[in-house]
């Protein structure tokens, strides 16, 4: 249920072969998961009478349902034997992350990464509220449902990092928080008002730690040649001209989305937009980039007028 093609490679890689994958999301076609079946469904009113499946599987996909109380239910109705739910937990460390505001309320990135039109609520354009279970609201909502029966629910954790540990945007917030924090100190103690004042060892350590850690590794290996130097020069005019720059709207995995990304700017006059095929830790990402700029100037002029237009970054090699 609320299945996709990493389900698909999932289901398939371990030798199962008797599975219906079923979704709302119209894009995906029976072609997709062969050989095994394909239904369009809604997890909140599903299709299939009682006891239709020995089991049903659902991995992230209850919380972007309008009511995943009752989406739940429905797989306890349509399977025999069990259900297995992948979902996140409500815990008192999540808690003490949201109120530090390192995650999010609403599933932004869902959105974002189908061009604002999917993954939401419903797999609508709307973002959807990230609804996180606890232990004994699962039992009640069973029980409730089936009386009847003597419940065996067992609950397993990953013992792996946590997914928002690994999540570049989590790091992000969370390097933003303690540099606003620590900047009076920063400040005080390595005067980092500019790359032109990180004379000591110290200042230039943690400038590349920070950098390190936002995944920014391009910005890391330009300061580093930069700041090897024991003086800092203000021109950085040879550093710039030696690469090639451009304006980045996203990165995707498949070809297809990253045409949908370009046809979407092109709707909204922006110009001269290209897809460029980079091969990247064994799989082929696709970039939707403007045509390249020799200068890191002329790219942000050109930037200027996308300003309130689309989300971008500039970037280079």
Request: glycine share 4%; with cysteine; net charge positive.
């Amino acid at each position: 249920m609320a299945g996709g093609l990493n389900d698909f490679d999932v289901l398939k890689n371990n030798g199962y072969k008797n599975v219906t994958i079923s979704n709302c999301d119209e894009r995906m076609k029976e072609s997709f998961f062969s050989p095994f079946s394909w239904s369009y469904q809604n997890a909140e009113s599903l299709t299939y009478p009682d006891n239709k499946f020995d089991f049903v599987i659902v991995h992230e996909g209850l919380h972007h349902c309008y009511s995943p109380h009752k989406a739940l239910l429905e797989m306890y109705r349509v399977s025999k034997v069990g259900i297995l739910c992948i979902e996140s937990k409500e815990s008192k460390l999540m808690q003490l992350i949201y109120k530090l505001k390192l995650t999010y309320k609403y599933e932004l990135s869902a959105v974002f990464k189908n061009n604002m039109l999917f993954g939401g609520v419903g797999n609508s354009e709307i973002p959807n509220f990230i609804y996180r279970w606890n232990e004994r609201e699962i039992k009640k909502t069973i029980n409730s449902f089936a009386p009847y029966c003597n419940h065996k629910i067992i609950f397993n954790y990953d013992y792996g990092t946590p997914y928002f540990l690994r999540d570049k945007i989590f790091l992000k917030q969370t390097i933003r928080i303690l540099v606003k924090i620590l900047r009076p100190i920063l400040l005080k103690e390595f005067n980092l008002n500019a790359p032109t004042h990180l004379q000591s060892e110290s200042s230039k350590n943690l400038l590349y730690r920070s950098l390190d850690a936002a995944g920014e590794s391009d910005s890391l290996k330009v300061y580093q040649k930069l700041l090897s130097t024991n003086k800092i020069k203000k021109n950085t005019s040879k550093i710039s001209n030696k690469r090639v720059w451009f304006i980045q709207f996203g990165a995707f995995s498949s070809l297809e989305n990253a045409t949908i990304l370009k046809d979407s700017l092109n709707e909204e006059k922006i110009n001269n937009i290209q897809i460029d095929q980079v091969f990247k830790n064994g799989k082929m990402i696709y970039y939707v980039r403007s045509n390249h700029f020799n200068s890191y100037d002329k790219a942000l002029n050109q930037s200027k007028k996308l300003k309130n237009k689309t989300k971008f970054t500039i970037s280079g090699f």
